[in-house]
């Protein structure tokens, strides 16, 4: 298969290197710790959008075909003043045969598995991308958390994969399921804040969750205006 798109994975800045603390920036930024997520699946399922909404806090109504790999970054607090940088690796949807795709996923902590939940193919693809990261993340030092990620529940309406199938495919490979609407912004943030603290063994609260929440909700209305 010709790996249309494929490039070399970007030369990351130091302070910016996955499972590093980040020592580059002074003393303010001298605890950051660095969270590297991957984010898989097929073309068209949102998985910019997803990676756009929660660096950037915005959403562009055009599709821009990811060729190879795009990076995203973002600091966030977590309890007991905790700052992480979190390290996005959007990866096109073409790269599943790519060589290049062990290398993307190597140092990860997370791996976002997205499907658009109006697109059946997408869902069904999700079990070719969840064997390529199993196999390409099974000698890793640490265990990476996977987590089923539906997206455009917005498009409620059009909803093909059911509550059920995905809930049950989640379970069945030992996946985290969510939801997410990378238009709306519902529960994208949240869903990464949770998925780092997590990982980091950090407790949230539900008052933090529901912090989350209107936030979210704040800057839904904000955007409708």
């Given at each position: 298969?010709?790996?249309?798109?494929?490039?070399?994975?970007?030369?990351?800045?130091?302070?910016?290197?996955?499972?590093k603390i980040d020592d580059?920036?002074?003393?303010?930024?001298?605890?950051?710790?660095?969270?590297?997520?991957?984010?898989?699946?097929?073309?068209?399922?949102?998985?910019?959008?997803?990676?756009?909404?929660?660096?950037?806090?915005?959403?562009?109504?055009?599709?821009?075909?990811?060729?190879?790999?795009?990076?995203?970054?973002?600091?966030?607090?977590?309890?007991?003043?905790?700052?992480?940088?979190?390290?996005?690796?959007?990866?096109?949807?073409?790269?599943?045969?790519?060589?290049?795709?062990?290398k993307y996923l190597t140092?990860?902590?997370?791996?976002?598995?997205?499907?658009?939940?109006?697109?059946?193919?997408?869902?069904?693809?999700?079990?070719?991308?969840?064997?390529?990261?199993?196999?390409?993340?099974?000698?890793?030092?640490?265990?990476?958390?996977?987590?089923?990620?539906?997206?455009?529940?917005?498009?409620?309406?059009?909803?093909?994969?059911?509550?059920?199938?995905?809930?049950?495919?989640?379970?069945?490979?030992?996946?985290?399921?969510?939801?997410?609407?990378?238009?709306?912004?519902?529960?994208?943030?949240?869903?990464?804040?949770?998925?780092?603290?997590?990982?980091?063994?950090?407790?949230?609260?539900?008052?933090e969750i529901e912090a989350?929440?209107?936030?979210?909700?704040?800057?839904?209305?904000?955007?409708?205006?």
């Amino acid at each position: 298969m010709a790996k249309m798109g494929e490039i070399d994975a970007p030369e990351l800045p130091k302070k910016v290197q996955p499972g590093k603390i980040d020592d580059t920036e002074g003393e303010d930024d001298a605890d950051d710790k660095v969270i590297k997520i991957v984010v898989v699946g097929d073309g068209a399922s949102g998985k910019t959008s997803i990676c756009q909404r929660f660096a950037k806090e915005s959403f562009d109504k055009t599709y821009h075909q990811t060729l190879g790999l795009d990076f995203f970054s973002r600091r966030i607090m977590l309890p007991h003043e905790m700052q992480v940088l979190v390290q996005i690796w959007d990866i096109g949807g073409q790269s599943i045969a790519g060589e290049m795709i062990d290398k993307y996923l190597t140092g990860a902590n997370i791996v976002f598995l997205v499907y658009d939940v109006t697109n059946g193919k997408s869902f069904e693809n999700v079990s070719d991308w969840m064997t390529v990261v199993k196999k390409n993340t099974k000698g890793s030092e640490t265990p990476v958390r996977i987590i089923l990620m539906g997206n455009k529940t917005d498009l409620e309406e059009r909803r093909i994969v059911t509550v059920d199938q995905h809930k049950n495919f989640a379970q069945a490979n030992d996946m985290v399921p969510v939801y997410v609407s990378a238009k709306t912004g519902d529960t994208v943030y949240m869903t990464f804040r949770q998925a780092v603290a997590e990982v980091l063994n950090v407790g949230l609260s539900k008052a933090e969750i529901e912090a989350d929440i209107e936030i979210i909700q704040g800057s839904v209305v904000e955007q409708s205006r």
